[in-house]
């Protein structure tokens, strides 16, 4: 991982971390609206990740709106999407990161591919890039995020 993405785990850390839990609420798988049939995969920090049996993998309890319009109006994160774009070596710095997601979309045939929490759409450009021949889209907390990732 990259100094500035390091730099920016622990920023999401450090903010995210340090709430209480009343900051927090649980949410249902977002395919089939419920939560009945999830299996807890793993708790990490401030997360619930889950296996819902429609096959939805998904993060069960999620900062409130008002804590994430908080921390992405402070966060530093659009100066690394910013020293990406200028520098070709910083993106493709991160293409270890997704080497094994892209290969498993490559070998599988994957058809379709929804990015949750984007940001400047690094992995989906690397899909682009290793030839992919997959529909892909990204969705992002971040407006600034999504505005550096259309514009790419």
């Keep these: 991982m990259s100094k500035p993405h390091k730099q920016f785990e622990n920023e999401v850390d450090r903010f995210f971390g340090s709430l209480p839990d009343s900051a927090f609420e649980s949410v249902v798988c977002a395919l089939c609206n419920t ?23 998904f993060n069960a309890r999620q900062a409130k709106q008002q804590y994430l319009d908080a921390f992405y109006s402070k966060s530093k994160a659009m100066t ?16 270890d990161k997704y080497e094994w997601a892209v290969n498993h979309i490559t070998n599988n045939n994957v058809l379709t591919v929804l990015d949750i929490g984007c940001g400047a759409g690094v992995f989906l450009n690397l899909l682009k890039l290793e030839g992919a021949d997959v529909k892909a889209k990204g969705i992002d907390q971040n407006k600034d995020a999504v505005e550096a990732a259309r514009a790419q």
Aim: aromatic fraction near 10%; glycine fraction near 2%; hydrophobic fraction near 40%.
């Design 80 to 95: 690394v999407w910013a020293d990406m774009k200028k520098s070709p070596e910083a993106f493709y710095s991160q293409r």
């Design 35 to 57: 939560d009945e049939h999830s299996i807890l995969m793993f708790r990490k920090k401030t997360m619930e990740v889950r296996h819902c049996l429609c096959g939805l993998v």
